[in-house]
């Protein structure tokens, strides 16, 4: 389900103050333990949660597949995996209290983030037909209705994600964030790179696979 | 009464008590869960399997309930008595054995239960093809052009049921026949089954489909083989009177 | 005092406020966006129920920490009653501590049980005779698919209150791995509710199922339906994070697994389930509801989709899904059995991946719910053997339980009653299973009132008697005073009979011919005699509950003391104070030795610092 930031938010922020004021644990390395657990077995969750939608698009596509922008496809998907780095970098930069390589890095990714998501929702859908006219809609076939399901499912999580990099982003100008305590820059790096690996997923699912169908 | 709860005396007087409730409750398992009557094929086939279960049931149940209340009625504690109970913690032979037979046991249901399926779900060279149309809240019925909303098969020979639905999901069950399938949007679904006892029957819908789910019902008679020619022929007549100085079709 | 410093009060006003907003801000757009007609029901009601979510855990108060930490304000964790304020206020607004959301947990699972019950009984007096009497069609449909969700929202409240409470007593752990997550699974439950109870005033007549296409061309009460099974799945998956984490992480020094109380086993068996199967509903439900918003044609074979699509996808979460209704109702009859039969657990380990096995296994059977659903013929026997095969490790649980009581010292209290109670109404149950899952008997007995015999004795033998247990059971360590005994007595003599009556009956009528869902029937069937029994004994079963409910409103006043351990447990609950103090341990716990080892002399389970240790 589409709590992402909801959760990812939730264990970065307990582990924030965990190491104050959590009586429960009453070290830093151990609530970071427990944060690192939760947030991936929201993974897990979350998986299923993709997976799911792979199977349908199995189920209703078999080995057929519509009509994409080949280009736009590949282009995006570049975009995004070029952001993983970016997203490395910025941790790495907090890690070694680099903080101008910190902050350009999540900067960069978070325009990255959007460039896809402009690439899916302004080319893949055609939201704009005055830039680009989409090929496919929700309503008229399978075809539309997995694409869009997909593609917005996966774009919901793009989005979330770039929220969190503002949030993080902000707080480590503040300096909430040490190279040895900022459990929120490695959430939000994991995360990014989960939804990241979904979309190498999603890719061939919708775009490779399959012969295509007019 | 033995004292130790590993002593033999114990399991034998359990497994004798477990016998006659078997017995006891097989009796009343079938009592209180009675079939409607067998008017197919099928419902001997899967009446018989339902049977194995009973007394499958009959037995597991009396052995757990029976080892249970014994326990409950002999190693109660009395009055007085503020021991705690003997020290075992489990024993591996035991658990094993409690798990290799049960799983014996589904292994032959799951062989039998593939047999019944298989036979059930046969088909034949000369079946009688029956057209069913399922809608909100109602059936009609087509043999090879002729609609009828009542739906008469001959007895003792193989029906072979081509359904359809374009509104909803419905599902077609006569309870006396056994047999049942839902009728798909956009998909055929086929249902066999073999009449043997002639009579009235009242095919109802099983899966819920909106306001008069509860009514979605049609009458079914099941004739003999010339009364039905006779229906059929009579039907195709009153539909397209034409056909009546060609000659009734048999088929 | 006013009535704002409820979280709860708060939250409601916001629910309704984000509901109002919802429906503003979809009619504002329609009319600038100059669309025709300006009010259309479907989007405005969906975009009112989800921002009606947002409105109430912003007004509740669930968010309000997260909030801060998004712009950099410290947030410590207040552990304790709220400050000049009455303490009963903490169980109506946001609190942090795991015993206080077990209690709301619990108690809304009550409610839930008694909201669920109740259209039981109206729609069961409808049925006592042939013909309709005061019910029109659709409205039985409409409270036989609300009984359906409000009862299975009433086990998951239920299985959250027993798992929230517990399982961080049980670790000696001072709470949940996550609080604030904890608490805001729980607040997820309230609006999940409120939706449900306001399709009530649509109608909806899908039954729990909801299968398109029926539920594509009804009323927009669905859509409230699926937000707020979708919100009721968000909680479970958040809990069951939050409790897989704190089983792994949080157990005190020689507390291996194999040395847990075996509730926690249960727990961490079904949170698995819950982790993972509910996205499946969660996505099968937006689907549905993006068909009607958007026609998305997943299920429209007109477009290429198809009804089947939905039935695996909703399958794949509810069967494991009565598991998760189950393993942790055997984790308590594990839990309890050895400590009135003062006996130790036979075969923990067994038991305890018996757990695991049932769900994972599982995960594999969902297609015995579709035999004659008309998908491809060939899944059928893989789907018969996966599901036979489960019967073998529900097995192993049996006779395990057998072996615990066997030679014991029983003593039968109100817990003990309603564990064997469980133990032999699970156990008709379980053994209804294999006679469905055999794929040619299902064919006469799918959607009959035997499925619904199979499923309220497994409901009732592996959720709602295990629960009642455990209530009884924990009482007093939750109240400091003694339940009536005499009460509950009666409540479980009254119940135990009643339900038999209830459950054989339906599958009675069901052999015969009785289908499923269904306003009226028809007189022929013969089935009159056996509906007139289910129907008083679906009365009787109310009546006892509302003798437990009195008794546990009554007895927390004046019932007698209770004392730290009145059971003479082992594990580690009982070892503290009764009511449990704010701050559970007054110092960290080590496991020194193995739970169970009742008649075992001189041995400890655990050991507290500075304390002498335990019994
Ligand atoms: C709490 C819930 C619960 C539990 C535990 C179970 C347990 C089982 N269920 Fe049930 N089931 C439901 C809740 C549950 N079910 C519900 C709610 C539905 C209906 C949904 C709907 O349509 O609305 C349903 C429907 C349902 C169907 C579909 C019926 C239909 O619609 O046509 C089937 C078919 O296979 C089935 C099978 C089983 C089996 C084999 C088990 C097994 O797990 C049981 C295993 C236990 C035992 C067998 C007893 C103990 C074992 C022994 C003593 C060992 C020896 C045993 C043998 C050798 C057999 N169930
Ligand atoms: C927790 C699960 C649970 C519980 C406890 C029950 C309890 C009961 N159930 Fe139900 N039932 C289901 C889960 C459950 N059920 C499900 C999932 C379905 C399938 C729905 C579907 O097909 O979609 C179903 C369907 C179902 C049917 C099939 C209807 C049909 O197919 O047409 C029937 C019919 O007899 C029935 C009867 C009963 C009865 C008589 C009780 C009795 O035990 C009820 C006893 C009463 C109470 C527990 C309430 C006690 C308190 C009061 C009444 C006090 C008054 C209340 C207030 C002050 C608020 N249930
Ligand atoms: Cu058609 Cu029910
Ligand atoms: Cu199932």
């Known amino acids: 389900m589409s709590a992402a930031t909801a959760h990812a938010v939730a264990a970065a922020h307990a582990g924030h103050h965990g190491d104050h004021h959590a009586p429960a644990v009453d070290n830093y390395k151990e609530q970071l333990r427990n944060n690192r657990l939760g947030l991936w077995l929201f993974f897990i969750s979350e998986t299923f949660l993709f997976g799911g939608l792979l199977a349908v698009r199995f189920f209703l596509w078999g080995d057929h597949r519509p009509e994409l922008d080949q280009f736009i496809g590949l282009l995006v998907t570049s975009v995004l995996l070029l952001s993983s780095f970016t997203m490395n970098l910025a941790e790495k930069g907090m890690e070694h209290g680099d903080m101008k390589t910190f902050s350009r890095g999540l900067l960069a990714t978070a325009v990255l983030g959007t460039i896809f998501l402009l690439g899916v929702l302004v080319f893949e859908w055609g939201l704009f037909p005055a830039i680009y006219q989409g090929h496919l809609t929700p ?13 917005g499912m996966h774009a919901l999580h793009v989005l979330s994600g770039i929220v969190f990099i503002f949030i993080v982003w902000r707080l480590g100008r503040q300096g909430h964030y040490t190279p040895q305590r900022h459990w929120g820059v490695e959430a939000c790096a994991i995360y990014w790179h989960f939804v990241d690996l979904v979309w190498i997923f999603f890719y061939p699912a919708l775009y490779l696979i399959g012969t295509p169908v007019h | 009464m033995p004292k130790s709860a590993t002593d033999k005396r114990h399991f034998i007087i359990a497994a004798a008590l477990v016998a006659v409730t078997t017995v006891l409750m097989d009796i009343l398992l079938k009592a209180v869960l009675p079939l409607p009557i067998q008017a197919s094929l099928e419902a001997l086939t899967i009446d018989a399997l339902i049977g194995w279960h009973l007394s499958l049931i009959a037995f597991l149940f009396s052995l757990i309930v029976v080892f249970m209340l014994y326990s409950i009625v002999v190693f109660r504690k009395r009055p007085g008595d503020n021991s705690d109970g003997e020290h075992f913690e489990g024993n591996t032979t035991l658990e094993i054995i409690w798990t290799v037979v049960p799983l014996i046991a589904v292994i032959i249901f799951a062989f039998y239960g593939i047999n019944t399926l298989a036979e059930v779900t046969r088909s034949e060279p000369n079946e009688v093809v029956v057209k069913v149309n399922g809608f909100q809240w109602g059936w009609s019925f087509e043999y090879d052009g002729v609609l009828s909303p009542e739906m008469v098969i001959p007895v003792d020979q193989r029906v072979r ?23 798909v949007p956009g998909q055929e679904t086929i249902l066999r089954f073999t009449p043997i006892v002639t009579g009235e029957y009242t095919l109802a819908c099983a899966e819920l489909c909106g306001r008069s789910h509860w009514s979605m019902l049609a009458p079914v008679r099941v004739v003999s083989a010339s009364e039905f020619d006779q229906w059929l022929a009579q039907r195709r007549a009153e539909q397209n009177p034409a056909l009546v100085q060609a000659g009734p079709d048999t088929e | 005092m006013s009535l704002m410093s409820l979280g709860l009060v708060r939250g409601l006003i916001g629910q309704a406020l984000g509901t109002l ?8 757009i329609r009319v600038l966006a100059g669309m025709d007609p300006i009010w259309a029901e479907e989007p405005a009601w969906v975009t009112g129920a989800v921002l009606g979510v947002i409105g109430f855990l912003i007004g509740v108060g669930a968010l309000t920490d997260w909030a801060k930490w ?12 709220p400050v000049g304020k009455p303490a009963w206020v903490r169980y109506f607004s946001v609190d942090y501590n795991h015993k206080v959301i077990g209690i709301q947990y619990g108690v809304t699972g009550l409610l839930m049980l008694m909201i669920g019950g109740a259209f039981a009984v109206i729609f069961r007096t409808e049925l006592s005779r042939t013909g309709l009497q005061f019910l029109s069609a659709d409205t039985y449909n409409t409270l036989l698919s609300m009984h359906g969700w409000a009862a299975l929202m009433a086990i998951l409240l239920g299985i959250g209150g027993m798992a929230n409470y517990l399982v961080p007593l049980m670790l000696g752990a001072e709470d949940m791995a996550f609080p604030r997550l904890n608490a805001f699974a729980y607040w997820l439950n309230v609006p999940s509710i409120v939706l449900l109870m306001t399709s009530l005033f649509f109608g909806w007549d899908g039954g729990w199922t909801v299968y398109p296409p029926l539920s594509v061309i009804g009323s927009v009460g669905y859509q409230f339906v699926f937000y707020s099974i979708f919100t009721l799945g968000l909680s479970s998956v958040l809990g069951s994070l939050n409790l897989i984490a704190t089983i792994l992480r949080m157990r005190p020094p020689g507390m291996t697994l194999f040395r847990m109380p075996i509730f926690c086993w249960a727990i961490l068996a079904t949170s698995m389930i819950q982790l993972t199967a509910t996205q499946l509903i969660g996505l099968a439900f937006l689907m549905v509801s993006f068909e009607r918003l958007l026609g998305m044609g997943f299920f429209d074979f007109e477009k290429g989709g198809t009804p089947i699509l939905f039935q695996h996808l909703f399958w794949f979460y509810s069967h494991p899904a009565v598991y998760i209704f189950v393993l942790p109702g055997l984790g308590i009859i594990s839990e309890i059995l050895p400590v009135f039969a003062r006996k130790p657990l036979f075969g923990y380990r067994w038991i305890a991946l018996s757990s695991l096995a049932i769900a994972l296994v599982g995960f594999l059977v969902w297609g015995h719910h579709m035999f004659t659903s008309g998908y491809a013929e060939y899944l059928r026997v893989p789907f018969m053997l996966a599901t036979l095969l489960v019967a073998v490790p529900t097995g192993v649980k049996f006779f395990s339980w057998l072996g615990t009581i066997w030679g014991g010292r029983l003593t039968f209290p109100t817990p003990m009653l309603f564990v064997l109670g469980a133990i032999s109404v699970f156990l008709i149950g379980g053994l209804s299973g294999p006679i469905l899952a055999t794929v040619a008997s299902d064919l006469h007995l799918h959607d009959s009132y035997f499925v619904v015999g199979h499923f309220h004795a497994t409901i009732f033998g592996g959720f709602t008697f295990p629960f009642f247990a455990a209530i009884y059971y924990w009482y007093p360590k939750i109240t400091g005073r003694m339940y009536n005994e005499a009460m509950g007595k009666l409540h479980f003599w009254i119940m135990t009979p009643a339900f038999w009556m209830m459950s054989i009956g339906q599958m009675s009528v069901g052999v015969m011919g009785m289908r499923r869902r269904i306003a009226d029937y028809d007189p022929a069937l013969g089935v009159e005699f056996g509906h007139i029994l289910v129907t008083i004994a679906g009365f009787a079963i109310a009546f006892s509950i509302l003798i437990m409910i009195y008794n546990l409103l009554h007895s927390a006043e004046v019932g007698k003391v209770a004392g730290a351990n009145p059971w003479r447990s082992r594990s580690p609950e009982w070892q503290i104070p009764s009511p449990v103090p704010e701050h559970s341990f007054a110092a960290p716990i080590a496991v020194v030795g193995e739970p169970y080892d009742y008649g075992l002399p001189n041995s400890t389970y655990i050991r507290m610092a500075g304390a002498a240790g335990d019994d």
């Open chain 1, 139 to 151: 309503w008229d076939n399978v075809y539309g209705a997995v694409v869009f399901a997909m593609t």
């Open chain 2, 161 to 183: 049921l081509e359904m359809n639905t374009r509104d909803v999901i419905h599902s077609f069950w006569i309870p006396e026949m056994r047999v049942k399938q839902d009728l």
């Open chain 3, 70 to 81: 998004t712009v950099g304000i410290p947030t410590p964790l207040h552990h304790g009653p």
């Open chain 3, 21 to 28: 907003a919802g429906l503003f801000l979809v009619t504002l």
